[in-house]
């Protein structure tokens, strides 16, 4: 019997149970469990009973556990002198627990049913999360998030019920392995979960929620969202994209989204909302390897899982930036380098990440993935191309104004803060160079 | 067509023009009204069909309907009406100019999703009791509680909209092929935690509007 997806699931939940004795070491400890555990159920894999658990998976539950910790470590600071909260400290804690528990119960579930219950799941965990700085804005965002991700979610529920219609089975791992390709119920059943799920995984036209939750959310939060309820819904996409895969499909998708999302990046005022569109980009690019199957899956994993450190490190230093300056408007922040060493370091090693400057794991994510690309569809890559060459600029032009440019007094927030930053950021750049390493190992 | 027969195509078709007439209504607390009446309908629909196959685990699921839906979500609703609650209702709404692109959008979305997609794989309808074409109903249902949502600017009518998709998505599933029934009872669940996250909403903000600091 495998116990350890039971405590990975059960420990955040236990966490929760905490809410009037202590809440915030309740959190830290689970955090550090749920690592623990992601780890070592690594020496089981793979395995399938009521879970399922691949490589693929396992990847997705080191992010999860990881960038829950660090959200955790970060809001210690960040929560304390909020002065306007829509939910006490204590429900804050528990949401952030229950959200990461209704991650952990999607990723490691054998069944596409209870992956959609997990799914919505994470919206009802979440949506109040978004409410942590109240104010009117921060409302509609919530809302917005609410009704437009769970109205799309909804209509996913009718590719499950196709699915079980077709197969009389909801069993993820033997659907997959019975080579369930299918004709036209098939494409219908992914054509559906596309706009289903690609609800919640940024893709467009259905991402609408997507900056406003990002923008108005506090910084940690923003981490969760962007780092891991996306890939975790880009996951979920994946495993019924694996029932027939459809590339001509996900591939225009994804390419559409990602010349939207860069078009949308380079108008932004707002820093965070910036960074959400670059999330929206990046999750695309993750869908697109996967929809071109082979070394596009690797790349689409090498991308999330450093893309998750990086935009982690990007909404953090934003949560510094905003508690300093008070402004979430790049036009009113500048000069960050002279008091903010720390979070400039690791914002600009962040915005660097994410657009995939080498040598950060993202850079050699998008390589195997463009490289697909080019040998299939010449057209696609141009557009892909061109656009991830104008979000690159349009980031990172941004990002070395804010840091370089002008003077401010700015301060830093703690160590805590700047520390979870940094370290979030560098993890993105040693991904990037243990793999270049062991790459080029393999070559000699 | 038998009586049994007939009571399901007559009753899925109520649930849709139930769908109708919640969208026709300006007054918050008829539209909640509304959506227990079509909570009644699909639970009877659930209840015929659960006869016709001897399905204990329809039975349940038309309980579970009856009693989430039908029950618990209209009462949380209806206590969410701020002030007096018979007399809240939404300002500035063309029910006739909506009533009439809602037919619009719903030929268009059904038909094409149905003549398009559907109708070129032959479904095998739950216990025969009827021919394919009563998933258009359900098509429909699915449609009308998208364009309500889209068409307004309340809390209440954006949940009302919401829970008519998942109302659709029942039809939808007990026609084609029940899910589990843990799976369906885990959805039920959903729906009504996300009511109760929402009726939080409810209290700060009634209506929702462009605001320019989520534009773009």
């Known amino acids: ?444 | 067509m038998n009586a049994l027969e007939n009571i399901v195509f007559l009753s899925a078709a109520l649930a849709t023009v139930s769908g109708f007439y919640i969208q026709a209504q300006e007054y918050i607390r008829s539209m909640v009204r509304g959506q227990f009446v079509q909570a009644i309908l699909i639970a009877a629909t659930i209840f015929v069909l659960a006869f016709v196959e001897s399905s204990i685990d329809l039975v349940v699921l038309g309980l579970l309907v009856l009693v989430l839906r039908g029950y618990l979500i209209t009462e949380l609703l209806e206590r969410r009406i701020p002030g007096k609650g018979s007399d809240v209702k939404e300002k500035d709404i063309g029910i006739a100019s909506h009533l009439l692109l809602d037919l619009v959008f719903i030929m268009i979305g059904t038909f094409i999703i149905y003549s398009l997609v559907f109708s070129r794989i032959t479904f095998s309808i739950a216990g025969s009791i009827a021919g394919d074409t009563i998933l258009v109903f359900p098509l429909a249902l699915f449609f009308q509680g998208l364009f309500l949502i889209a068409s307004r600017n309340s809390t209440f009518s954006q949940i009302i909209g919401y829970i008519e998709e998942e109302n659709a998505l029942v039809l939808f599933a007990i026609f084609l092929i029940p899910v589990p029934i843990i799976i369906e009872a885990s959805v039920f669940l959903d729906v009504l935690a996300l009511v109760v996250i929402s009726s939080f909403v409810v209290l700060e903000k009634f209506t929702h509007n462009p605001m320019d600091e989520l534009r773009g």
């Open chain 1, 1 to 444: 019997m495998h116990i350890f997806p039971y405590l990975i699931i059960a420990a955040p939940i236990i966490a929760s149970a905490f809410y009037s004795l202590q809440p915030r070491a309740a959190s830290i400890a689970a955090g550090i469990v749920d690592i623990l555990l992601s780890m070592l159920i690594y020496f089981q894999l793979p395995f399938h009973n009521i879970f399922y658990v691949d490589f693929t998976s396992w990847i997705f539950l080191i992010m999860v556990s990881c960038i829950y910790l660090a959200s955790t470590l970060y809001s210690l600071n960040y929560m304390k002198d909020i002065q306007a909260r829509g939910i006490s400290e204590r429900t804050y804690y528990t949401l952030l627990n229950l959200f990461s528990a209704s991650m952990f119960f999607t990723l490691l579930m054998n069944d596409y049913g209870f992956m959609w219950v997990g799914i919505e799941a994470t919206t009802i965990c979440s949506a109040l999360l978004i409410i942590g700085e109240k104010n009117d804005v921060s409302l509609e965002a919530a809302w917005r998030y609410i009704i437009l991700v769970s109205a799309g979610v909804a209509f996913a529920f009718i590719s499950i019920i196709l699915i079980f219609y077709n197969f009389h089975t909801l069993n993820v791992y033997d659907i997959i392995h019975s080579n369930p390709t299918d004709g036209l119920m098939g494409r219908i059943i992914v054509a559906i979960a596309l706009i289903g799920f690609g609800t919640k995984t940024g893709v467009f036209p259905v991402h609408t929620w997507l900056p406003d939750a990002h923008s108005e959310a506090p910084a940690p939060v923003s981490a969760m969202f962007s780092g891991v309820l996306l890939p975790v819904a880009l996951y979920v996409l994946y495993r019924i994209y694996q029932i027939d895969p459809f590339p001509l499909l996900y591939t225009w998708f994804a390419v559409v989204s990602i010349a939207v999302s860069s078009l949308f990046m380079a108008y932004q005022k707002n820093y965070k909302r910036m960074f959400a569109y670059s999330t929206m980009e990046n999750m695309n690019m993750a869908l697109l390897g996967f929809a071109l199957g082979g070394v596009g899956v690797i790349g689409a994993l090498i991308l999330l899982i450093t893309h998750s450190f990086a935009k982690s490190g990007a909404f953090f230093s934003s949560g510094n930036i905003m508690k300093s300056t008070g402004s979430k408007n790049m036009d009113q922040v500048s000069g960050l380098w002279k008091g903010m060493p720390w979070t400039s370091t690791s914002l600009v090693m962040s915005s660097m990440a994410a657009t995939g400057a080498p040598p950060f794991g993202v850079f050699i994510g998008e390589f195997f993935i463009l490289s697909m690309l080019a040998g299939r569809n010449i057209v696609q890559f141009s557009i892909v191309i061109f656009f991830v060459m104008t979000a690159f600029i349009g980031i990172n032009y941004n990002v070395s104004s804010m840091v370089f440019r002008g003077s401010s007094d700015s301060r830093e927030q703690g160590w805590l803060m700047a520390g979870t930053a940094i370290v979030c950021a560098s993890i993105s750049l040693l991904i990037g160079i243990l793999f270049l390493g062991g790459y080029m190992n393999a070559l000699v």
